[in-house]
T-cell receptor, first 112, second 115 residues
Framework: AQSVTQLDSHVSVSEGTPVLLRCNYS??????LFWYVQHPNKGLQLLLK??????LVKGINGFEAEFKKSETSFHLTKPSAHMSDAAEYFC??????????FGTGTRLKVLA | KAGVTQTPRYLIKTRGQQVTLSCSPI?????VSWYQQTPGQGLQFLFE???????NKGNFPGRFSGRQFSNSRSEMNVSTLELGDSALYLC??????????????FGSGTRLTVV
């Protein structure tokens, strides 16, 4: 069965330090994987997507993620956190069907 | 260009009533999906439409229904509202048949409160 697990519900980093948000997936088929960000009272915004091309995917606002099939992971990283990065981040997967499966979200806090 | 537009933004209804939420996708997008977001359950898939056809449906009771019109605009309806239906309802649109390849563009949602 298809599933997405975000390993941390909350992550705190200091401004200017690296960000790592972890996502593992489970899928019987080759998945498409996505990261979305949600700011308060807003919808979700697509950060980046992996659809079986390059395994290192670059997205908007300096974020990137690496698809690692052997580890079934798709972790989101950013070299240097900015205050404006504080938000909730969702990993999502779709494979075989049209249905998206979202993870439970990781709330990123950026400390000044 | 205009994003995904959801109306209304906020709604307060009484238990037992019904409600209709509207979604206008980005011009040219023909795939529209709906999600329910709550603090306890997170993001849960409701349905997906492409060219007026429902392509997929989540595990929600029959009180939840939707449709898509020929101009790709979509509506979802919830009948006999329950307190547990209080949530943020998000609509998303995409190029192609689904968000699988291109990802989704989400609207800001409709915040439904059932009292």
């Amino acid at each position: 069965a298809q599933s997405v697990t975000q390993l941390d519900s909350h992550v705190s980093v200091s401004e200017g330090t690296p960000v790592l948000l972890r996502c593992n997936y489970s899928s019987s088929y080759s998945p498409s994987l996505f990261w979305y960000v949600q700011h308060p009272n807003k919808g979700l915004q697509l950060l980046l997507k992996y659809t079986s091309a390059a395994t290192l995917v670059k997205g908007i606002n300096g974020f990137e993620a690496e698809f690692k099939k052997s580890e079934t992971s798709f972790h989101l990283t950013k070299p240097s956190a900015h205050m404006s990065d504080a938000a909730e981040y969702f990993c999502a997967s779709t494979s075989g069907t049209y249905k998206y499966i979202f993870g439970t979200g990781t709330r990123l806090k950026v400390l000044a | 260009k205009a994003g995904v537009t959801q109306t209304p933004r906020y709604l307060i209804k009484t238990r037992g009533q019904q409600v209709t939420l509207s979604c206008s996708p980005i011009s040219g997008h023909r795939s529209v999906s709906w999600y329910q977001q709550t603090p306890g359950q997170g993001l849960q898939f409701l349905f997906e439409y492409f060219s007026e056809t429902q392509r997929n449906k989540g595990n929600f009771p029959g009180r939840f229904s939707g449709r898509q019109f020929s101009n790709s605009r979509s509506e979802m309806n919830v009948s006999t509202l329950e307190l547990g239906d209080s949530a943020l309802y998000l609509c998303a649109s995409s190029w192609g048949e689904s968000g699988r390849h291109y990802g989704y563009t989400f609207g800001s949602g409709t915040r439904l409160t059932v009292v």
